[in-house]
């Protein structure tokens, strides 16, 4: 039943949360002038626009360091000029960080009706006149309650009470660990209406809407008009106190807006009018130069290339790159070409050269240096490509490949006719040699001859006892075995030197 209580009466709240706000809720506009922010937060020349340091203060284009974490600094930073608003929003976004577990001395936020100067209130002037909120890390009055976030109004009488943290003057706080968070810490100090508004993020997380409420003041009565301000100091113990954003909103009622819109309204239209008639009057003026400069339109033109986008310029290098590179493609080109028709010449020159120690068997000089010399007249005769000479050498080889052949094959026929005549000739032992041959007739002649001989012995027995008176016995080299034998040894020498000559024609018709 309690929790159901509990969520009726939250819901009731957050019901009314928006009445109250809609009938509230002013019109916020951002003040540049009061205000710095990181990144770009400092001038090159290490000055912050709108706003003066001293001190130990160092500002950079990150944050702007009120004191850094040495022993006794004091540092300080005011804008220059005071709100020419009643009601305004201050959003400031810093980091407090040290070594120890404890630091020194804190931070101070003012809203004055004069800039402070170096002092003792966390290194800015006492009894001022304003609001001071500080953000207390040490521990004066040793009652383990800082660090420790509180607000404070003095109207230029007081002194501050540094034994006691402040805590007899204090106008609201709370107390909140600001020191060594993992995001920057953030605060925002609103002043709508006579309430004074305290709300602070405790930089665990990096959302930026986390905000806790630390001390709400009704009946404040501020000046009209001030200076915003920052100051930090340290002591024994030291803290680097960055402060990285110092926004500032100027808050209208919904009444107030409306009341300024019509002098709003008024004032536009005057500057409104004020642009147009400067407008016209700087064309009047431009009008005039070039009439007066012709060659100045030129130059207008010249300047307005200058300022060409980021990636044409990039497409314009990559196309001036590609165009060198094109360019000396193209020389190494003609320069191939060039050797090449150099090695052409020089060929030709070596065929003439050739040539001409061909046909007039005398030397010509060689052509030094680069350039290529005319080819010489060899004893009148064109001088001969080197496609030419070429093929008289391939012709000159084939005609010698050729003739080794011929050689190899005679050598091969003289060894077979060799072999064969040996054989032929090994049973009656009288083969002629190859360079001898024998003639047919011949030898058919003597066979005949022998015949006729052996035949007339035969049959003329009577005819010699006639002649000698005398019958001589017959010879015994003559048997008629011997006769056959005699016969026989002859036909075998017809039949192998005609198988001779049948192998030589075969081989004659083999070869051609
Ligand atoms: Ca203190
Ligand atoms: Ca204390």
């Not at 020191?179 to 930089?203: F, S």
């Amino acid at each position: 039943m309690s929790c159901r209580r509990l969520i009726v009466v939250l819901c009731g709240l957050i019901a009314s949360i928006p009445e109250f706000s809609l009938g509230q809720s002013p019109h916020r506009r951002f003040e540049y002038k009061y205000s710095f922010k990181s990144p770009y937060l400092a001038q090159k020349d290490n000055q912050v626009p709108f706003w003066t340091y001293s001190g130990n203060a160092i500002a950079s284009s990150e944050s702007l360091r009120i004191t850094p974490s040495l022993r006794s600094q004091k540092g300080q930073a005011w804008c220059k000029q005071p709100t020419s608003f009643e009601w305004w929003e201050v959003e400031i976004v810093f980091r407090i960080n040290g070594r120890g577990r404890v630091g020194a001395d804190g931070l101070a936020f003012w809203f004055t009706t004069a800039h402070g100067v170096e002092g003792p209130v966390f290194g800015s002037s006492d009894k001022w006149n304003g609001l001071g909120i500080f953000f207390d890390s040490f521990d004066n009055d040793n009652k383990r309650n800082n660090p420790y976030v509180m607000a404070m109004i003095n109207d230029g009488t007081k002194a501050y009470d540094h034994e006691n943290d402040g805590m007899s003057q204090l106008l609201g706080g709370c107390l909140r660990d600001f020191r060594n968070k993992p995001h920057p810490v953030r605060a925002k100090i609103e002043y709508y209406k006579h309430v004074l508004t305290l709300m602070v993020h405790n930089g665990l997380t990096a959302g930026d809407k986390d905000y806790e409420i630390c001390t709400r003041v009704e009946g404040v009565h501020l000046p009209t008009s001030g200076y915003f301000g920052l100051s930090a100091a340290t002591g024994g113990l030291a803290d680097d106190h960055d402060v990285l954003k110092f926004l500032v909103s100027s808050l209208r009622s919904p009444d107030e807006l409306a009341a300024a819109a019509s002098t709003d309204k008024e004032q536009e239209e005057q500057y409104q009018r004020e642009f147009q008639q400067y407008q016209e009057k700087t064309q009047r003026a431009r009008d005039e130069y070039v009439a007066a400069n012709p060659d100045a339109r030129k130059q207008h033109v010249d300047e307005d290339d200058e300022y060409e986008a980021a990636d044409i310029r990039e497409l314009r290098q990559i196309f001036t790159g590609q165009s060198q590179i094109y360019d000396a493609m193209r020389q190494l080109n003609a320069k191939m070409d060039e050797i090449i028709g150099r090695q052409e010449r020089t060929l030709s020159l070596v065929g003439a050269v050739h040539s001409g120690l061909a046909v007039a068997g005398g030397g010509v000089p060689l052509p030094t240096g680069g350039a290529a010399p005319p080819p010489p007249a060899v004893g009148g005769a064109s001088p001969i490509s080197r496609f030419e000479v070429d093929s008289l050498i391939n012709t000159q080889r084939d005609i010698a490949q050729t003739a080794k052949d011929v050689k190899n094959m005679v050598v091969d026929i003289s060894q077979k006719s060799t072999q064969l005549l040996n054989k032929a000739g090994q049973p009656v032992g009288s083969a002629q040699p190859v360079g001898g041959a024998y003639d047919m007739h011949v030898t058919l002649k003597e066979l005949n001859e022998g015949l006729n001989h052996i035949k007339h012995t035969l049959s003329a027995p009577g005819g010699q006892q006639q002649r000698g008176g005398v019958v001589e016995a017959c010879p015994s080299c003559l048997s008629t075995w011997l006769f056959v034998g005699v016969a026989l040894s002859q036909l075998i020498c017809i039949i192998g030197y005609m198988m001779y000559r049948d192998n030589r024609d075969a081989q004659a018709k083999k070869f051609y």
